[in-house]
């Protein structure tokens, strides 16, 4: 092993999937080891509570300057064994501009509601947009309206940049990241739309970003948003679940028809309304790229409509909880490549074990209503509870991690526990 590279060495250690104890054993076994390994062991760096906030924070800047992603999604303050006050003062924005600037190669940012507190001051929000290497944001939960003040306030035009002594930029005027390209406001429901969320796009429209990745779901934006979206053209994932103040026949239709690189639609409404036969239509047709497909509380998507589509193999997977009651067997017809398939609301049990007997197609997961009365199996069917999401599985498939309702914005396929919840775990209709 010693006459291997270091980078031959990391990908191996990376390969093996080691965990973060074993690549710290690693790191002890010889220098040539150490400089490998711990370039690894950095790369993601996720902060569980104060404790080990405080610790990264005593790490040396060589360190922390090796760290590709930072999480604080699933940062907690319960069970540190302090009072409230304390645990909260651990986390300050001055501390939190300073380590963010001392991360310099850092490429993904997640946040989560519990540090909202920090980021009602001008001084951590800045120090988030000037990391210029940013390529992936992620806020999840932030409800509160102060938080929401700071944010519009910062993002005015023309606000003028005077909050942090660590950034000596030329210009006067708030920035946004050159290659960031994945954003998540999820479950960001006090934002503004015209106060924050507008100049926002804005800015990215006229500084000519390219979005691959977004989450806007559960936020309170309307159709006339997409008016100052930047180019659809490069948009992979679009989440706007619940959503309500959305409507089509607007922007938001024109908008998602130029979507032509789109993989994930997630325009699930939970309630029993929706677009028309005309939009919906329009999407399935016309998106030719579609993968992954959340179309759940639209009531117009019904078997008249199902009988009016042309056949689809890019759909694998496939959402129509909420909807009307629908003949699944015509819906497999029309999408013969589903592998997964949500029926929460929209069939009886009868209605599906007779389904589920007979299935012989390429569906190995289907998502169904929690019921204290559902069979444990049904023919090589099994069925499969994970928090608050009800499935049948066949028997060699685990559907746990299989459909996420939030989309995925990292590469690395280690999640928080916070964000895998969310992802996996979280379902609002139940």
């Known amino acids: 092993m010693k006459h291997l590279s270091i980078e031959l060495v990391e990908l191996i250690a990376k390969q093996c999937r080691a965990s973060n104890k074993d690549l710290a054993s690693l790191c002890l076994v010889n ?29 040396c800047t060589r360190l ?57 001051s001008p001084l951590a929000i800045q120090s988030v947009f000037f990391e210029q290497q940013l390529r992936t944001l992620d806020f999840t939960g932030f409800s509160d309206q102060t938080f929401t003040k ?29 290659e960031l390209e994945n954003i998540s406001f999820y479950m960001c429901m006090a934002l503004s739309q ?40 490069t948009l992979t994932h679009l989440n706007l679940q619940g959503c309500h103040s959305l409507s089509c026949c607007s922007e938001l239709i024109d908008y998602l028809i130029q979507c032509k690189r789109l993989v994930q639609l997630n325009i699930n409404r939970h309630i029993a309304s929706g677009f028309c036969k005309r939009c919906i239509y329009r999407l399935l047709t016309s998106i030719d790229t579609l993968e992954i497909v959340d179309i759940g509380g639209h009531v117009e998507f019904d078997d008249e409509l199902i009988q009016q589509l042309p056949p689809n193999r890019n759909i694998k997977y496939l959402s129509v909880a909420n909807c009307r009651q629908i003949d699944i067997k015509a819906l497999l017809n029309k999408f013969p490549q589903l592998y997964y398939l949500n029926v929460e609301r929209v069939i009886h049990m009868n209605q ?20 204290p009365s559902l069979l444990n199996q049904i023919e090589s069917w099994h069925l499969v509870k994970h928090g608050r999401r009800t499935y049948y ?17 990292s590469k690395d396929p280690i999640l928080s526990p916070m964000n895998r919840y969310w992802c996996y775990s979280y379902n609002i209709s139940t």
Request: charged fraction near 25%; aromatic fraction near 14%; glycine fraction near 4%.
């Open 31 to 59: 220098r040539h080891f150490y400089s490998a390994v711990i370039r690894l062991l950095y790369k993601n760096v996720i902060i569980h509570g104060p404790r080990q906030y405080l610790a990264f924070k005593s790490t």
């Open 64 to 120: 922390k300057q090796m760290v590709y992603r930072l999480d604080f999604s699933g940062y907690t303050t319960r069970g540190a064994r302090w009072t409230e006050s304390k645990a909260k003062s651990v986390v300050t924005a001055e501390d939190l501009a300073v380590i963010l600037n001392e991360c310099r190669q850092l490429k993904e940012l997640f946040v989560g509601e519990e540090l909202m507190h920090v980021f009602v």
């Open 150 to 178: 700071a944010m519009a306030d910062y993002f005015m035009e023309k606000k003028q940049v005077t909050y942090n002594h660590h950034y000596d930029d030329a210009s006067s005027h708030w920035v946004i990241p050159k």
């Open 194 to 233: 015209d106060r924050f969320f507008v100049p926002f796009f804005d800015k990215l429209k006229s500084g000519g970003h390219q979005l691959k990745k977004l989450d806007l779901a559960y936020t309170q934006i309307n159709s006339q948003l997409f008016r100052h979206l930047p180019s659809p053209r």
């Open 352 to 371: 599906l074990y007779n389904f589920l007997k007979s299935n012989n197609n390429n569906l190995r997961i289907i998502e169904v209503s929690s019921h």
């Open 393 to 409: 599985s066949q028997s060699a498939v685990d559907p746990r991690y299989c459909y996420s309702k939030k989309i995925v914005m």
